[in-house]
């Protein structure tokens, strides 16, 4: 049984891969991420471990070094404290500070395909306008696809989407 008592069938594409049976695992290899609507706090486990653990499940055998330069730059993009890639991962943080650090995470594994659930909540209109463009900025040189959950257009203001859907109800209202 699916979602809402409706059965679904078939496959689900990336590359040309089937990805429908994969686990969450395999399809962060294979260049999905994801981003939470409320991101999960974790004592104990700073950003800077976490991503240089997900960096080695996809081989990447990056030197601790360039692990955090490559946060640097990405905490400094989206105007965060570097102390911030030592902090227990979205532990005590608030609400526009955890949908930054989703943000670092995007841009330090460099994923293919892109979900993003309200993204954008807990912004203040300057931070929304700031991933916003940073999104684009990052389509623009990676080439990744992006779907976007949000209950509020303004984070499309710098994106320039190839298919806008309005859903009410499950059901797909308007393109």
């Not at 240089?52 to 905490?75: H, M, N």
């Not at 993204?119 to 900025?137: P, R, T, Y």
């Amino acid at each position: 049984m699916g979602i809402g008592g409706l059965n679904y069938s078939g496959k689900v594409l990336l590359d040309g891969k089937d990805i429908s049976k994969s686990s969450i695992a395999e399809r962060a290899r294979d260049g999905i991420f994801m981003s939470f609507q409320e991101p999960v706090a974790v004592e104990g486990l700073s950003l800077i471990e976490m991503l240089r653990s997900a960096l080695e499940a996809r081989g990447e055998k990056l030197a601790l070094s360039a692990v955090k330069i490559r946060i640097s730059e990405a905490l400094e993009t989206v105007g965060l404290s570097p102390f911030m890639a030592s902090r227990e991962l979205n532990h005590k943080l608030s609400g526009g500070e955890k949908k930054k650090c989703e943000i670092v995470q995007m841009l330090v594994l460099q994923p293919k395909l892109v979900l993003l659930d309200e993204i954008d909540s807990g912004l203040d209109a300057k931070s929304c306008k700031n991933i916003s463009k940073i999104l684009h900025d990052y389509q623009e040189k990676s080439g990744a696809s992006y779907l976007i959950i949000s209950h509020n257009l303004k984070i499309l203001s710098e994106l320039k989407p190839d298919q806008e859907l309005n859903v009410e109800n499950g059901r797909i209202v308007k393109k």
